[in-house]
């Protein structure tokens, strides 16, 4: 008996899609972050569209090289949220790869 319970244990975790209580929340705080880098990279996009110096901007951008572009849209102000002081990283390097398409 209780080498079925051992058995079904292990293969439950192995085999399946159980995961612990530690797992489940590691993953929901992932898909949190990745969910809110998603809405505010959307609203850094709008941000670079209302800028005036827009076309420039997105000139110096695509020149740049891939690891100085979040670079870029920090200085441009558009990784910064309303309410904010400072950009974000994250919604930089997620901004700059759909502002520079």
């Known amino acids: 008996m209780a080498f079925d319970a051992i058995a079904v244990t292990v293969i439950g ?3 399946s899609d159980l995961v612990t209580g530690s797992t ?5 705080v992932e898909q949190s972050r990745t969910d809110v880098i998603a809405a ?9 569209k209302r800028d005036p110096q827009l076309a ?5 951008l695509k020149g740049a090289s891939s690891y100085k572009r979040s670079d870029t849209v920090m200085e441009n102000g558009w990784a910064t949220m309303p309410g904010t002081s400072e950009g974000n990283r994250l919604v930089a390097v997620a901004c700059a790869a759909k502002v520079g398409v």
């Open 13 to 15: 975790f192995n085999w």
């Open 24 to 28: 489940a929340q590691q993953m929901a």
């Open 40 to 48: 505010l990279t959307s609203i850094c996009v709008d941000q670079s």
């Open 56 to 60: 420039e901007r997105v000139a110096l």
